[in-house]
């Protein structure tokens, strides 16, 4: 009957998604094109945006590096996770990443940190001391520390990331922080890239003579 056919479905576990977070570093939303660049072409974050969902009404209450780090851990003001400047991150707090591995989920975390501690609550890490370098950079693990040398930062931290998805144990979803330094001062490109937009013509913004008179010095 209706009634043994809810039973049945009912005892079919939902899925699991698997969650790949990536953070790029210290630009503006109109850095990418599905938000209005009128400089840079992002064709596969656009496809993201256009197949999935995206953000236009979105607010922060502290964008500081480390402070934004500590919020999307945990979910909860600067206040409450310690973090409103940069301070040190508590690492025995409640953490997405902690939550998800004690409900099964392989965690990973490759990139740039930033929460002067190490990383709680992933399987896996492998990230950068402080802001780390463009060329040449070493990245700290549970157990030592590598030098990749020869390497770009952005190409290795995709690596690294391609690297925990493929070697993941199959029978559980995964949850991976990818965290990118760039495009944070001092804005060093690779090789293949330096000479992108030579002899093109980049729009001024309207705030590129500003006086800061009614802002801050940061």
């Given at each position: ?9 009912a ?11 990536i ?10 094109s599905a ?8 064709p596969?974050l ?11 009404n ?12 500590a919020a999307?851990l ?7 996770n ?10 025995s ?13 392989h965690?990973?975390?490759?990139g740039?940190?930033?929460l ?8 896996r890490w492998e990230i ?6 463009y ?6 693990t ?8 020869g ?28 965290h ?7 804005w ?10 030579e002899?093109?013509?980049i ?11 009614t802002?801050?010095?940061?």
């Open positions: 009957g209706s009634g043994s056919r809810r039973n049945s479905r005892k079919v576990p939902a899925s699991r998604p698997n969650v790949v977070f953070m790029a570093d210290d630009h503006a939303a109109h850095a990418i938000y209005g660049s009128r400089v840079n072409e992002t596969s656009d496809r993201l945006a256009r197949e999935g969902m995206l953000f236009r979105a607010f922060v209450t502290n964008s500081i590096c480390t402070p934004s780090r999307i945990t979910g909860a003001y600067s206040h409450k310690g973090v409103p400047v940069f301070n040190r991150f508590d690492g707090q409640t953490t997405v990443a902690r939550l998800l591995q004690a409900a099964g989920y965690t990973g975390m490759v740039k940190w930033h002067g501690s190490d990383p709680t609550g992933f399987d950068l001391p402080g802001q780390g370098v060329h040449d950079p070493v990245l700290y549970a157990t030592g520390e590598r030098t990749y040398a390497r770009y930062v952005t190409d290795v931290i995709t690596d690294l990331g391609i690297d925990f998805v493929r070697e993941r144990p199959k029978d559980r979803p995964f949850y991976l922080m990818l990118h330094k760039a495009p944070h001062r001092e060093t490109p690779d090789e293949k890239h330096r000479r992108m937009f002899g093109r013509a729009p001024e913004p309207a705030t590129l003579w500003d006086d800061y008179a802002r801050t010095e940061a």
